[in-house]
RNA sequence: CGGGGCGUGGCGCAGCUUGGUAGCGCACUCGCUUUGGGAGCGAGGGGUCGCAGGUUCAAAUCCUGUCGCCCCGACCA
């Protein structure tokens, strides 16, 4: 089809927008492709409907290919189901509420476990009807805290949602393959970079998981990947690699010391090797007790829960958050320390811990014949080769001190880097909770009922338009890909006179009766103007018609490179084709 | 929720300190010129200065309150 710029209803922008700050942004607003409504909410102007539906065809196109089937669910839902999971009081306020005339409860949709569980168990019920994959390309509603950065976290977003049902954990780990497998495909055909890393969880619940990271400065979630391997990680999955286990017969005695004011590590380190012990200690040859509380979902009461890490390291708050998942946990207060006298702030050690039964988790480096120096219980004292395994036997291991870039890779090969990633697909082994919620079963051969178990998984299908633009944009604009790209070829006719626009024209329509999407800039505006507009525009491929048509060439510019070479008239359909289907 | 910033034609901004005709660039309309890298000249249209109250002869400007938005953090399939 020939789009024409002289009545396409588009208006770029020559200056940023006052409230963008990421690229994506203030070139979709810039070159036409979106405007804010509200916070967190954008309209799809023509270009970039274009986009956004054509990211939805490469998504919708590796769905069926495996076997999908797509469905629609309305986005406005009655409470009830969401009751039923208990994820109407769980979602907090990130869920959009809402109420009828009559007062009853309704939400917007988030996410849509809860239907697509009950829809499957209103048409199924033999194990002859599955396994069975379904899907939907719907608009999701989360009331984010803030949102930003334009349409990379809006309040209201495309996201395209699929939930398979199988019988058997062998069943649901083939469809939670076929859709990695299926999303690698999707995400190279939108030509990304991107890396897959192991996830928690969250608040989904559930097993296995793995998201998928546009890489991108600007993105939210750090990651890590290894300097040697394809090892890639969000921090808060990362695994530490527990060293050898050591002999206890050959260690020294523990002794206390006194240690007067030495509340802290490094005040603690300092005196040691001040102390004429004979040998230099370092942070990391303490052991540093942290205490926090937890709460399980639906208690009322704390638990208090000592970590035991070394103290060099930081407890990395989000790493311990999905450690515990998915019960709460806080920092102590001081009310908490005063009503637990054993607790010597400064100078806590396993010693009281273990005495008075505090669960004790300790890092995975703390391993059986490690000597530590650490708290003594009492104020102002310290002990100095603690052994593990000896002196003290910890409840067990968690692994939630800080990730530092240089750390080794837990592949065994290579060391950590950080980097900054945009969550693009998530794919979760939900496992049974939901059809538990609702008794989703199907009847075995041995006309048993047997639980359905089942994934789900998510691709941000609007979010990828935006990340599109964050990964392939130069200085003068957008670069789309091929395959979203909102035309084939930028037919820009520079000059005002008709001979030009009539060649323009014919041009236009002779590539179109080949099948090309046809940009064409039949504006009467200077060329200057349009030659800026169509490398803000990011269409691939720039066809320049103007002077050179009196001798019956025109200039074919890749947008990317930037490279230019000149066409004969009558090669032109050719060549483009061949271009862009290349 | 904590911290910071900003609300003035469609967009980007100045004016506010020191109260007195609301201004600039872009965009838009008309005319003439220009025509391969965001053209020039001229003439125009368009603004309850976020909202409410107060001070004053007079408020975009000073005072009080309030609403909204953006950024950083917390939070977040």
């Known amino acids: 089809?020939?789009?024409?710029?002289?009545?396409?209803?588009?208006?770029?922008?020559?200056?940023?927008?006052?409230?963008?700050?990421?690229?994506?942004?203030?070139?979709?607003?810039?070159?036409?492709?979106?405007?804010?409504?509200?916070?967190?909410?954008?309209?799809?102007?023509?270009?970039?409907?274009?986009?956004?539906?054509?990211?939805?065809?490469?998504?919708?196109?590796?769905?069926?290919?495996?076997?999908?089937?797509?469905?629609?669910?309305?986005?406005?839902?009655?409470?009830?189901?969401?009751?039923?999971?208990?994820?109407?009081?769980?979602?907090?306020?990130?869920?959009?509420?809402?109420?009828?005339?009559?007062?009853?409860?309704?939400?917007?949709?988030?996410?849509?476990?809860?239907?697509?569980?009950?829809?499957?168990?209103?048409?199924?019920?033999?194990?002859?009807?599955?396994?069975?994959?379904?899907?939907?390309?719907?608009?999701?509603?989360?009331?984010?805290?803030?949102?930003?950065?334009?349409?990379?976290?809006?309040?209201?977003?495309?996201?395209?949602?699929?939930?398979?049902?199988?019988?058997?954990?062998?069943?649901?780990?083939?469809?939670?393959?076929?859709?990695?497998?299926?999303y690698v495909r999707i995400f190279d055909r939108l030509g990304l970079e991107y890396v897959i890393v192991s996830a928690t969880s969250g608040a989904m619940g559930g097993s296995a998981s793995e998201e998928f990271l546009a890489v991108a400065e600007t993105g939210e979630d750090t990651f890590v990947r290894s300097t040697e391997s394809d090892y890639a990680a969000n921090v808060e999955a990362v695994t530490t690699i527990a060293p050898p286990e050591q002999s206890i017969e050959d260690k020294p005695e523990a002794q206390v010391h006194r240690t007067p004011g030495t509340p802290t590590i490094e005040t603690l380190v300092d005196f040691l090797n001040a102390a004429g012990l004979g040998r230099t200690f370092t942070a990391a040859d303490t052991l540093k007790n942290v205490l926090v509380k937890t709460r399980e979902p639906g208690e009322k009461e704390w638990t208090l829960l000592a970590v035991g890490l070394p103290g060099d390291r930081e407890v990395d708050f989000k790493r311990l958050e999905a450690a515990v998942e998915p019960a709460e946990v806080e920092l102590l207060t001081e009310t908490d320390f005063a009503r637990n006298a054993f607790l010597?702030?400064?100078?806590?050690?396993?010693?009281?811990?273990?005495?008075?039964?505090?669960?004790?988790?300790?890092?995975?480096?703390?391993?059986?014949?490690?000597?530590?120096?650490?708290?003594?219980?009492?104020?102002?004292?310290?002990?100095?080769?603690?052994?593990?395994?000896?002196?003290?036997?910890?409840?067990?291991?968690?692994?939630?001190?800080?990730?530092?870039?240089?750390?080794?890779?837990?592949?065994?090969?290579?060391?950590?880097?950080?980097?900054?990633?945009?969550?693009?697909?998530?794919?979760?082994?939900?496992?049974?909770?939901?059809?538990?919620?609702?008794?989703?079963?199907?009847?075995?051969?041995?006309?048993?009922?047997?639980?359905?178990?089942?994934?789900?998984?998510?691709?941000?299908?609007?979010?990828?338009?935006?990340?599109?633009?964050?990964?392939?944009?130069?200085?003068?604009?957008?670069?789309?890909?091929?395959?979203?790209?909102?035309?084939?070829?930028?037919?820009?006719?520079?000059?005002?006179?008709?001979?030009?626009?009539?060649?323009?024209?014919k041009i236009a329509a002779e590539l179109h009766e080949a099948g090309l999407r046809v940009l064409l800039d039949d504006r009467r505006a200077s060329p200057g103007v349009k030659f800026k507009d169509a490398e803000l525009v990011g269409v691939p491929t720039i066809l320049v018609v103007g002077r050179g048509l009196a001798d019956g060439t025109v200039e074919v510019k890749d947008r990317r490179s930037g490279d230019r070479e000149e066409i004969a008239v009558a090669d032109v359909v050719p060549h483009l084709l061949g271009v862009v289907r290349s």
């Not at 009655?78 to 907090?92: M, S, V």
């Not at 178990?453 to 890909?481: C, F, K, N």
């Open 1 to 182: 089809m020939i789009t024409r710029m002289s009545s396409l209803f588009l208006r770029t922008l020559r200056e940023d927008p006052a409230d963008a700050e990421v690229p994506s942004h203030k070139l979709l607003v810039r070159a036409g492709y979106v405007r804010r409504v509200a916070p967190g909410g954008y309209s799809w102007l023509p270009l970039g409907l274009r986009v956004l539906r054509n990211v939805e065809r490469v998504v919708r196109e590796e769905m069926d290919a495996f076997g999908a089937q797509e469905i629609q669910f309305p986005a406005l839902l009655p409470k009830e189901p969401y009751e039923a999971t208990n994820r109407w009081t769980e979602y907090g306020p990130n869920l959009f509420r809402l109420k009828d005339r009559r007062g009853a409860d309704y939400l917007l949709g988030p996410t849509h476990e809860e239907l697509f569980a009950l829809t499957v168990k209103g048409e199924y019920s033999s194990y002859k009807d599955y396994p069975v994959t379904l899907y939907q390309v719907q608009t999701k509603y989360r009331d984010e805290a803030r949102p930003r950065a334009g349409i990379l976290r809006g309040r209201e977003f495309v996201m395209k949602d699929s939930y398979s049902f199988d019988l058997t954990d062998e069943g649901l780990a083939k469809s939670y393959q076929d859709h990695r497998d299926a």
């Open 344 to 505: 010597v702030k400064g100078y806590i050690g396993p010693g009281a811990l273990l005495a008075n039964g505090v669960r004790y988790l300790v890092d995975p480096r703390v391993v059986r014949g490690t000597a530590w120096v650490t708290g003594a219980d009492e104020a102002e004292h310290h002990v100095v080769d603690l052994v593990a395994g000896r002196d003290f036997t910890p409840d067990g291991v968690i692994d939630v001190a800080e990730v530092r870039e240089g750390d080794p890779s837990p592949d065994g090969r290579g060391t950590l880097v950080a980097a900054r990633g945009i969550e693009i697909g998530h794919i979760f082994q939900l496992g049974r909770k939901y059809a538990d919620a609702f008794s989703l079963d199907a009847l075995g051969p041995d006309s048993r009922p047997v639980r359905i178990t089942m994934g789900s998984y998510g691709i941000g299908v609007s979010r990828l338009v935006a990340v599109i633009a964050e990964q392939s944009h130069d200085d003068r604009g957008l670069i789309w890909p091929r395959n979203v790209a909102p035309a084939d070829v930028h037919v820009v006719v520079a000059g005002k006179d008709d001979a030009l626009l009539a060649g323009g024209e």
